[in-house]
T-cell receptor
Framework: DSGVTQTPKHLITATGQRVTLRCSPR?????VYWYQQSLDQGLQFLIQ???????AKGNILERFSAQQFPDLHSELNLSSLELGDSALYFC????????????FGSGTQLSVL | DQQVKQNSPSLSVQEGRISILNCDYT??????FLWYKKYPAEGPTFLIS?????DKNEDGRFTVFLNKSAKHLSLHIVPSQPGDSAVYFC??????????FGKGTRLSVIA
């Protein structure tokens, strides 16, 4: 158990809909990262938050947004969903920034039908 | 443009033998490299890492080698065990930037 909690584990929705993925980092970790793993793709970095502030942005679509709340949990919002958004979404946390050891949650499997 | 490449999607090895997983990168500014292991229905877990100032790092059965001139790193597992069967991701970082991952290599260790 990494200590990172992601909910829900599975999500099935239709095109055009909006969903919210939730992540609770390990106790004491201030950084939260979101990664997307599509079929035959590696882990694509989406966005990082550190202590409530956006720290780094990767290949995140404009239809996607995220935030980190004062209690340090984070939410990834995906809107106007398309078939190609179907993927495994991982959240990871670390104590600070630039720390090599990320602790990953077990992921949310999103299926857009 | 993939900065971290794992060109072998899968690898099959006999139990007790050596497993060698390879990774190439294009960004010469990467200064830290890591390997993560992932079992089905779980998130990736950290396995071993190496700084760009070193060329080898060992941890038990796992050794990572870095060849900076070739922009290549490899993970050696000796001896391989059935429990090592998993997907292995190579990752790299430049300074304090987020980790960049490869697509992964699925290792199957056959008893």
């Amino acid at each position: 158990d990494s200590g990172v909690t992601q909910t829900p584990k599975h999500l099935i929705t239709a095109t055009g809909q909006r969903v919210t993925l939730r992540c609770s980092p390990r106790s004491g970790d201030l950084s939260v990262y979101w990664y997307q793993q599509s079929l035959d793709q590696g882990l694509q970095f989406l966005i990082q938050y550190y202590n409530g502030e956006e720290r780094a942005k990767g290949n995140i679509l404009e239809r996607f947004s995220a935030q980190q709340f004062p209690d340090l949990h984070s939410e990834l919002n995906l809107s106007s969903l398309e078939l190609g958004d179907s993927a495994l979404y991982f959240c990871a946390s670390s104590v600070g920034t630039g720390v090599e050891k990320l602790f990953f949650g077990s992921g949310t499997q999103l299926s857009v039908l | 443009d993939q900065q971290v490449k794992q060109n072998s999607p899968s690898l099959s090895v006999q139990e007790g033998r050596i497993s060698i997983l390879n990774c190439d990168y294009t960004n010469s500014m990467f200064d830290y490299f890591l390997w993560y292991k992932k079992y089905p229905a779980e998130g990736p877990t950290f396995l071993i890492s190496i700084s760009s100032i070193k060329d080898k790092n060992e941890d038990g059965r796992f050794t990572v080698f870095l060849n900076k001139s070739a922009k290549h790193l490899s993970l050696h597992i000796v001896p391989s065990q059935p429990g090592d069967s998993a997907v292995y991701f190579c990752a790299a970082r430049e300074g304090n930037t987020p980790l960049v991952f490869g697509k992964g290599t699925r290792l199957s260790v056959i008893a």
